[in-house]
């Protein structure tokens, strides 16, 4: 059974750091592209960013760029993403996806999501 | 970036009736055209891939089609479960994108 199950969500303030984990199981992490999709409160899916089977992909959204950034460790059967100079605007719940295939497609697999709160 | 338009942003319809949805791209994406359920306080969930090809364990009563810019999905005979809000997801060109959804509802 697929599982994905993030964590590192928390309440922080403005201009500040934040790193979300991924740990995956119950397929062969290293032979698919994974993403972070987030959802702010009461709204809609937004695509953050995605990072192919073998990091030689990335990319992330125009909202995002230059702020946040995603790796995996094939080994560890991770996803990970760095976020820095929140934003209020960056609230919302961020879901780690498994995509269909190596590099980007579809979401065939989510997580429960951690929740990412910037208020002061 | 492909802006995806879905519509009607709410339907209110019975179950065992029929629903249609639609989602309407900026620019042409070909068949790269993904839809997912999301019912409240869950996960999305990957219903139709590549216009028309179903998910894992999706019932048969879904179905995609469409091309180019303008894409349906039909629910065939509603049941209770199927009542939720659907996204359209378009892969053609980066960045991926998601129209705002349609919400499903009992009527």
């Known amino acids: 059974e697929v599982q994905l199950v993030e964590s590192g969500g928390g309440l922080v303030q403005p201009g500040g750091s934040l790193r979300l984990s991924c740990a995956a199981s119950?397929?062969?992490?290293?032979?698919?592209?994974m993403h972070w999709v987030r959802q702010a409160p009461g709204k809609g899916l937004e695509w953050v960013a995605g990072v192919s089977w073998n990091s030689n992909t990335i990319d992330y959204a125009d909202s995002v760029k230059g702020r946040f950034s995603v790796s995996r460790d094939n080994a560890k059967k991770s996803l990970y993403l760095h976020l820095s100079s929140l934003r209020p605007e960056d609230t919302a719940l961020y879901y780690c996806?498994?995509?269909?295939?190596?590099?980007?497609?579809?979401?065939?697999?989510w997580g429960q999501g951690t929740l990412v709160t910037v208020s002061a | 970036e492909i802006v995806l338009t879905q519509s009607p942003a709410t339907l209110s319809l019975s179950p065992g009736e029929g629903a249609t949805l639609s989602c309407r791209a900026s620019?042409?994406?070909?068949?790269?055209l993904a839809w997912y359920q999301q019912k409240l306080g869950q996960a999305p969930r990957l219903l139709i891939y590549?216009?028309?090809k179903r998910a894992t364990g999706v019932p048969a009563r879904f179905s995609g089609s469409g091309s180019e810019t303008d894409f349906t999905l039909t629910i065939s005979s509603l049941e209770p479960e199927d009542f939720a809000v659907y996204y359209c997801?378009?892969?053609?060109?980066?960045?991926?994108?998601f129209g705002q959804g349609t919400r499903l509802e009992i009527k």
């Open positions: 119950g397929f062969t992490f290293n032979d698919y592209a």
């Open positions: 996806a498994k995509d269909r295939g190596a590099y980007f497609q579809n979401f065939d697999y």
């Open positions: 590549d216009v028309s």
């Open positions: 997801q378009q892969r053609s060109r980066w960045p991926i994108t």
């Open positions: 620019h042409s994406i070909a068949n790269f």
